[in-house]
């Protein structure tokens, strides 16, 4: 093979070779450090995206790094047909940061496996078909997660639809008390819709959706994929104040969750796990050492860095400093999952503040910018974000 040289032939060989994604940015990442991106030609990027909120521990965080390195010494990977020390700490620890009455986890290998997996074990545990989910909800793209995702042109991408999905109004319990038959099995929704533009409801909405569950035997699923593993500030959305103190009945998790490494997770009652016999759930990545060093690495590199702290920190002096910019109307979210609203249209926002070498996201919302930073961001950090708005906004 041909020694690669420049950013030019690199970007060229991929267009050529690969099928098409999203719109890629005019990067070539190559290396990467905290909340840095280098990219081959020797320029650094803030990285205020984290790869679609997956750098939560920052970029190659060296505990993490170092927990996978041993691990590949030892055991690259073998399935859940054995037991392995990896597999057991990761989920004790999950375990351990997860709200009490979540005491099981099942590994997978991405966000929209976890939510298949949450799905089919509401089925099987309520003998019910339905799932009640969300105007503006994401939750992957396999048959039946893109199924569950009322946002955009997703259920259109996924036809044909798989059936059993009925929609509800974010933050509107009318809406999704007329749908809660007998034939529910469950209620999934994100509880901050992140690429709906960081839509929240008020408190009252999740501990009325919980009621609502109770009463009707229905099992309730937060989809953290995005919020979990620490971006809040908390370690979930589920028991934080912002949601009431309400506890799902399963979360389901990835992104961050690895640190980069892909792997997804469902978190489950005591009470639903008792339904779940050998075979009925499998995988063949899932729980695979590799992964599985990877999660406690990265559990552990949130607490020792005190993470959490430095995330609800650091989001004040954001949301302080972003004071200073007229044209942000409103800041959306919480902890480090913002949508900066804008006046108007962020896409040139977004453009320029690449331009100066700062990678934030768009989203659904035309008018919001969002920011996924890795949890070790720091106030300086911040500080260069704003500046380059004082400038282009
Ligand atoms: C809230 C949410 N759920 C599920 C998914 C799907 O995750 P994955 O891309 O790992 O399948 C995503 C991905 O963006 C997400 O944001």
Not at 213 to 233: F, K
Request: proline share 3%; hydrophobic share 40%; aromatic share 6%.
């Amino acid at each position: 093979m041909a020694t690669i040289t420049s950013s030019e032939e690199i970007t060229a060989l991929e267009e050529r070779y690969q099928l098409a994604t999203y719109k890629k940015m005019p990067v070539v990442a190559e290396r990467g450090e905290g909340v840095w991106i280098y990219a081959s030609n020797g320029e650094r990027y803030l990285d205020l995206y984290g790869g679609h909120a997956v750098a939560g521990t920052g970029h190659c965080h060296p505990h993490v790094i170092a927990a996978i390195r041993r691990q590949s010494e030892k055991l690259l990977f073998y399935s859940n047909l054995v037991y392995s020390e990896a597999r057991a700490r990761a989920a004790e620890k999950l375990v351990s940061i997860a709200p009490d009455s979540l005491t099981k986890a099942f590994f997978c290998n991405s966000g929209t496996e976890a939510n298949e997996n949450a799905m089919r074990i509401a089925r099987m545990a309520t003998g019910r078909e339905n799932v009640i989910t969300f105007s503006g909800g994401f939750h992957g793209r396999t048959a039946d997660a893109i199924s569950a995702t009322f946002l955009g042109k997703y259920r259109e991408i996924g036809k044909p639809n798989v059936p059993g999905h009925l929609q509800a109004e974010f933050g509107d319990l009318d809406s999704v008390r007329a749908l809660a038959n007998e034939s529910v099995a469950a209620i999934m929704l994100e509880p901050i819709q992140s690429m709906a533009g960081v839509r929240m409801s008020d408190p009252l909405f999740y501990r009325e959706l919980r009621q609502l569950c109770d009463e009707r035997g229905i099992v309730l699923i937060y989809d953290e994929v995005q919020t979990g593993i620490g971006r809040t500030g908390e370690w979930f959305f589920a028991g934080s104040p912002a949601g009431d103190g309400v506890i799902p009945d399963i979360i389901t998790l990835a992104k961050a969750l690895g640190s980069g490494i892909p792997v997804g997770a469902c978190l489950v009652t005591g009470k639903l796990a008792s339904h779940i016999k050998e075979n009925d759930l499998g995988t063949t990545f899932g729980g695979g050492m590799i992964a599985m060093a990877a999660v406690t690495a990265t559990l552990e590199a949130i607490e020792n860095d005190r993470m959490l702290e430095n995330v609800v920190s650091v989001e004040s002096h954001l949301r302080e400093r972003l004071k200073e910019i007229e044209q942000v109307v409103k800041v959306r979210g919480r902890g480090f999952l913002l949508g900066l609203e804008f006046a108007g249209k962020v896409k040139p926002i977004h453009e320029a503040l690449l331009e100066r070498k700062i990678i934030t996201g768009t989203s659904s919302n035309a008018k919001v910018l969002r920011l996924l930073p890795p949890l070790c961001l720091g106030k300086e950090e911040v500080d260069i974000l704003v500046e380059a708005l004082r400038k282009i906004a």
